[in-house]
């Protein structure tokens, strides 16, 4: 009792700790999911941040993109500007781009409670800027004397291909897109104003429309941004809900099961406790009413003394049933194993039942096929799953009914044993309901019949305990079929041939008898 009670007292405090360690960590990933969702008014400022974090893997990403193409804007511009101010123009424009970067690297190292602050949003802004000014600059690059349409041209190019990239780049964050964009499009603006011709009224035209609508496409790409992160936002906050109820689901689960286990743990330790007293009311009763000491005086006294031994056998035989359903549950019941006929557990069960079938006038008929090899089982659990069986097709047969048992191989040459009886039978929606434990079905609780409701959950127990299998068929008014089956590998003379075993010379033999 002592080893058992430390043994119990160890498990809960391993699954108490367990459960603690867990509601942390939940508690934790739940702070965390709401934090980041909040109020509606909170969301802007949450999504800033994580637009931030965009922001800078995008400019990680294109650390080497940007200079390409400057030095690409550099290299055909040396046709009408001089390349010395080109390659000085070119240094400054990387020089200002890998800032950004370095800017960008320095955002993604820093520590989750640095990244909320402010001052990273303006470093962001005055880099891009700074890089934007490095861009206006080339366009403010002294041509040659001999430049013409040509480089006009590639100015409103070169304009439309960098604000393209940076609003790619910056659209999720509005204020580093103006810095990056605005810069470029004023300066070329007023240089195409500065001539007198109508193309360069229409390119200074184009150019500001440009600017519009690369902020009007930077604008719905920010939209998409926060679209993006909301999906994600609620995805975390239902994956984090779903964790939640898992883990209360699971917690339940486990003081369900950590109950259970106590309970068939302590009844299975009371066994002494609970059947040694009950063996000395039924001693002293019996001797009581059968008048061994000699006569009562009063015949009351005799028949107290009579239900007192009737309600005592009742509570036993309770007793009994509960203590070896939770000796099974609590995996301390062991099989006693031997080769055994399991024709004559079924002979000898039908001839215990025999008595109680005749006093209600019920024909009791049993037939086996003939030769049939014995069984690796526990004889004595098979003659409780047999007569708990039988006693259910007894009880529940009106007068004049039958019982018919029958044994036999079944398809893949194990055995089983078929015992159908003609009751009012069980509706289909209740067959779930007799199956568990202190389960009884409409007709059991009308009728009133004596009963426990353990006697097929024992039955489902043992017989899987023997890795066989049970199964229960019944129609209203046509009565109840159970069958227990046995797999080929209990057969004793069972030889693996592709999985056919041994087949009899004698052939398939039925063997009839009926009594009562």
């Keep these: 009792m002592k080893s058992d ?59 080497f993109a940007a200079p390409l193409l400057a030095l690409i804007v550099a290299a055909i511009s040396s046709l009408w500007i001089n390349p010395h101010f080109m390659g000085a123009w070119f240094l400054v424009t990387v020089c200002t781009h890998f800032l950004m970067v370095m800017i960008s690297h320095s955002y993604e190292k820093a ?19 700074i890089y934007g000014c490095s861009w206006a600059l080339f366009f403010l690059m002294p041509k040659a004397s001999g430049a013409g349409e040509g480089l006009v041209i590639f100015h409103f190019a070169t304009l439309l291909i960098v604000i393209a990239m940076n609003t790619m780049q910056s659209a999720n964050l509005p204020k580093c897109l103006l810095a990056s964009t605005l810069p470029i499009t004023l300066v070329v603006t007023f240089s195409f104003l500065q001539q007198s011709s109508a ?25 998409n941004a926060n ?8 995805k975390d906050h239902l994956i984090a809900e779903l964790e939640t109820a898992n883990a209360m689901s699971d917690e339940a689960r486990r003081r369900a099961e950590a109950a259970n286990l106590a309970k068939s743990r302590f009844l299975a330790t009371m066994s002494h406790e609970l059947r040694t007293p009950l063996n000395a009311i039924l001693g002293f009763s019996e001797i009581m009413k059968d008048e061994v000491l000699g006569p009562m005086a009063n015949k009351n006294y005799r028949s107290y003394a009579e239900d007192i031994h ?46 109680r079938a005749k006093a209600k006038s019920i024909a009791l008929h049993q037939s086996h096929q003939a030769d049939l090899p014995r069984v690796w089982a526990d004889e004595r659990a098979l003659r409780q799953v047999v007569l708990n069986l039988l006693s259910n097709a007894v009880k529940f047969t009106p007068v004049g009914g039958e019982v018919r048992v029958i044994l036999g191989p079944t398809s893949d040459g194990g055995q089983y044993v078929s015992i159908r009886d003609s009751g009012p039978g ?9 199956l568990e434990a202190f389960g009884q079905g409409s007709h059991a609780i009308k009728s009133a019949e004596p009963g426990t409701g353990l006697g097929l959950s024992i039955v489902q127990a043992l017989v899987n305990m023997h890795d066989g299998k049970f199964t229960i068929k019944s129609k209203l008014r046509e009565g109840t079929e159970v069958t227990v089956s046995l797999p080929p590998s209990r057969n004793m003379n069972y030889v693996e041939e592709g999985g056919v075993p041994e087949k009899h010379a004698s052939g398939p033999r039925l063997k009839n008898a009926q009594t009562a």
């Design 111 to 129: 520590p989750s409670d640095q990244k909320v602050r402010v001052i990273w949003h303006r470093r962001f802004v005055i880099g891009d800027l």
């Design 227 to 234: 679209t993006m992160l909301e999906y994600r936002a609620d």
């Design 310 to 355: 009737g309600s005592g056998e009742h509570l036993l035989n309770l007793i009994n049933e509960i203590l070896d359903l939770s000796r099974i549950e609590a995996g301390r019941h062991e099989l006693h194993e031997e080769p055994i006929y399991l024709e004559n557990v079924v002979a000898e069960c039908g001839t215990m039942m025999k008595v």
């Design 426 to 434: 069980i509706p289909e929606e209740e067959i779930p309901t007799v």
């Design 5 to 63: 009670a430390s043994e119990i007292g160890g498990e809960a405090f391993a699954i108490n700790r367990q459960r603690a360690i867990r509601r942390r960590e939940m508690a934790r990933s739940v702070r965390d999911i709401r934090s980041r969702l909040g109020a509606p008014e909170n969301r802007h400022s949450t999504f800033e941040h994580e637009r931030q974090h965009l922001f800078a893997d995008t400019r990680i990403n294109a650390a």
């Design 199 to 223: 193309v360069h009224y229409t390119l200074a035209a184009m150019a500001i429309g440009a600017q519009g609508f690369f902020l009007i496409l930077g604008n719905q790409l920010l939209k």
